[in-house]
């Protein structure tokens, strides 16, 4: 009887350190499991900002073109624009060329929207 009893003492507070453990293991768990989430998630929000800021580049250039389908052209000037009137949605384009209508023409637009800024060059 006298093993019994020393073996029964001995065990007092296995249980509760093994839960503290196994609470640790997982609590350890579920926090690199959300830093993961996290930063998934500010991955996600930065391409859709780069899409809206590659539209508003792609706005630029679609811009210089018109102009210079209207022989109204500017050299060596940035011009700044807007998508829709807002000003979230912002864009510049500059024309490289001593004549517009020449062929050889270089239009670099850049759009900007929130951090993001995305930047095209088309040549003509």
Same mark, same amino acid.
């Given at each position: 009887?006298?093993?019994?009893?020393?073996?029964?003492?001995?065990?007092?507070?296995? !249980? $509760?350190?093994?839960?503290?453990?196994?609470?640790?293991? $997982?609590?350890?768990? !579920? $926090? !690199?499991? !959300?830093?993961?989430?996290?930063? @998934?998630?500010?991955?996600? =929000?930065?391409?859709?900002?780069?899409?809206?800021?590659?539209?508003?580049? *792609?706005?630029? &250039?679609?811009? @210089?073109?018109? *102009? &210079?389908?209207?022989?109204?052209?500017?050299?060596?000037?940035?011009?700044? =624009?807007?998508?829709?009137? *807002?000003?979230?949605?912002?864009? %510049?384009? %500059?024309?490289?060329?001593? *004549?517009? %209508?020449?062929?050889?023409?270089?239009?670099?637009?850049?759009? &900007?929207?929130?951090?993001?800024?995305?930047?095209?060059?088309?040549?003509?």
């Amino acid at each position: 009887m006298n093993i019994i009893k020393k073996t029964k003492k001995n065990q007092r507070g296995v !249980s $509760l350190y093994m839960i503290t453990i196994m609470i640790a293991i $997982l609590m350890g768990f !579920s $926090l !690199s499991v !959300s830093q993961i989430i996290v930063g @998934a998630t500010k991955i996600t =929000g930065g391409v859709g900002d780069s899409v809206k800021a590659f539209h508003c580049a *792609d706005s630029a &250039v679609e811009k @210089a073109l018109y *102009d &210079v389908s209207l022989n109204n052209c500017v050299y060596y000037t940035p011009v700044a =624009g807007t998508v829709n009137g *807002d000003s979230a949605y912002s864009f %510049t384009y %500059t024309i490289l060329s001593a *004549d517009c %209508t020449q062929t050889g023409t270089t239009i670099d637009a850049m759009g &900007v929207y929130n951090a993001a800024t995305r930047k095209i060059q088309i040549n003509y």
